[in-house]
């Protein structure tokens, strides 16, 4: 057996159907490195924000969930809910970094297999922004190290 053909085998045995863990080889694939420790983004948590469909036609809302990013207005960023897996769509990811520092990400998916999947926007979020991303997800009070960080939500990549 090839070497490629044995890698990929580990990897699909590593998923064990487990979309979460395609989702994390993705954005280690994609993110290459964090951009607060400047390493590799393994060990790192990420949950899925927002997604939103990409259609054909002119649309606006893929201008508005840009802009919610970009302007770090994460409630109205959460609004966008909509994905179709006939479709090419894209997916908004917060990544915690071990040290706890934030950031964002915007990837494309295809649904044409070979076109495979684009980082298109990232960026490391301030302490005080990443806290505002977190606030409606968190549990507890106190520290930020003893919040819970969008409970079950999370994949270790």
């Known amino acids: 057996m090839s070497s490629s053909t044995h890698s990929k085998s580990n990897q699909s045995s590593l998923d064990n159907g487990d979309p979460n863990r395609a989702v994390a ?3 280690v694939k994609l993110l290459n490195t964090c951009g ?5 983004v393994q060990g790192h948590e990420f949950a899925l924000i927002a997604t939103w469909i990409v259609t054909k036609e002119i649309d606006n809302a893929l201008v508005k969930f840009f802009e919610a990013t970009k302007e770090h207005q994460w409630p109205k960023l959460r609004e966008f809910q909509n994905w179709r897996g006939r479709s090419d769509n894209l997916e908004a990811y917060a990544i ?3 040290g706890q520092n934030l950031s964002v990400a915007i990837i494309k998916t295809h649904f044409e297999l070979l076109q495979g999947a684009r980082l298109l926007y990232s960026e ?12 409606p997800f968190q549990v507890f009070g106190g520290s930020r190290s003893e919040r819970t960080w969008f409970s079950q939500q999370t994949t270790v990549l």
């Open 124 to 135: 490391a979020l301030s302490t005080e922004e990443g806290d505002k991303l977190l606030s």
């Open 96 to 98: 915690r970094c071990p």
């Open 36 to 40: 607060h420790c400047h390493s590799g």
């Open 25 to 27: 080889r993705l954005l």
